[in-house]
């Protein structure tokens, strides 16, 4: 890919969707079930995504079940990052509908002033805060080695960087989620009003090694849909650090150096006995153009619209990882 390219291109003939090149057989289930093994294979040091850095401002709070276990965050006194259960210690009150106050989550039922300290039978849990994520450590849940803080992605360099963080809740278990990423083949079939002129230039074979067994990134071109003709192409590498996290580098072309994490967290079944997952997705965007300023101190009208675009996308690709998990949850799941 030329570096020097424009950042908007024409196309000279629009494709149909129906014309564009099959996939099917590069998309082999067996690439992407290695893929997804190694990934599980990678420690994850038992750190789980709990939601965005930007919701824990002043007086905010993140609440969020992980694995079925209830966890609260927030900033105690000085402003330090604290957590842990969700329920309170005296009569199991949801810790989640309680406020903060000056540092301090009161419990709403009886009272009871929690500092992010040991307390009346509350203990805190590790947590941690990589400036656009908010983490938190279950070692019951994860049950591997502990990690003294979570996996996280290499990212453009802040302050110079725009991030949105979206989120959404679906009927599957992270590794759909995960699965769903690591097959780029199905991007330019699926969501068609996003991404057109797609193609895998480098994939890993079909291994079924161990973690770190040879190179394991997933090379895509791909261009970005803005308005009829007009696109966007880029390459992409896409890779998966953890078990619940796949990561897109935007390499070459505009916005080389952004990302955009995909995290699925683990919430807990629902009332029917069904999994369910949360994608807590992260973008962080990046650009050496002098316009990209002007951007940044639009954060707050741009970010509604970066989580408009996710929104989108996601509501397709749930729908996707939740058929594969309603395919292997009846045995109906080939190979």
């Known amino acids: ?31 992407i079930a290695g893929a997804l093994k190694r990934a599980q294979a990678r420690p994850s040091g038992n750190w789980f995504v709990v939601g965005a850095s930007r919701a824990l401002r002043g007086d905010g709070k993140l609440a969020r079940t992980v694995a079925g276990q209830e966890v609260v965050v927030w900033r105690g006194p000085g402003g330090r990052l604290v957590g842990g259960p969700g329920v309170c210690p005296h009569l199991g009150a949801p ?49 591997e080695d502990p990690l003294d803080a979570p996996v996280v992605p290499r990212r453009p360099g802040r302050p110079g960087a725009l991030d949105a963080v979206y989120t959404a809740v679906g009927v599957c278990e992270p590794e759909d989620v995960v699965a769903n990423r690591l097959d780029p083949w199905h991007g330019a079939w699926f969501h068609p009003y996003s991404f057109v002129d797609l193609t895998v230039i480098d994939a890993p074979g079909d291994r079924t090694g161990a973690a770190g067994d040879g190179p394991d990134a997933l090379t895509v071109d791909v261009s970005f849909r803005v308005a009829g003709r007009l696109v966007v192409p880029v390459r992409a590498v896409f890779t998966a650090p953890e078990p619940r ?27 029917a006995g069904r999994p369910r997952t949360a994608v807590i997705e992260a973008v962080v965007a990046a650009s050496h153009r002098p316009g990209f300023t002007a951007a940044r101190r639009a954060a707050p009208l741009l970010r509604p619209l970066m989580r408009a675009a996710a929104g989108r996308l996601w509501r397709d690709d749930l729908a996707y990882a939740e058929r594969r998990w309603l395919l292997r949850s009846t045995g109906r799941f080939p190979g």
């Open 95 to 143: 810790l989640r509908d309680s406020p903060v106050r000056c540092g301090t989550l009161v419990c709403h039922w009886h009272g009871l002033a929690l500092d992010g300290g040991p307390y009346a039978g509350w203990a805190p849990l590790p947590v941690h805060d990589d400036g656009v994520l908010v983490w938190v450590r279950l070692d019951e849940v994860g049950g």
């Open 245 to 271: 996290t796949v990561v897109m580098h935007i390499t070459e072309g505009e916005g080389a150096g952004s990302i955009v994490e995909t995290h699925a967290t683990p919430l807990g079944a629902d009332a």
């Open 1 to 31: 890919m030329n570096r020097r390219r424009l950042p908007l291109s024409l196309r000279r003939h629009a494709v149909p969707w129906e014309g564009q090149r099959p996939t099917w057989r590069e998309a082999r289930p067996g690439v």
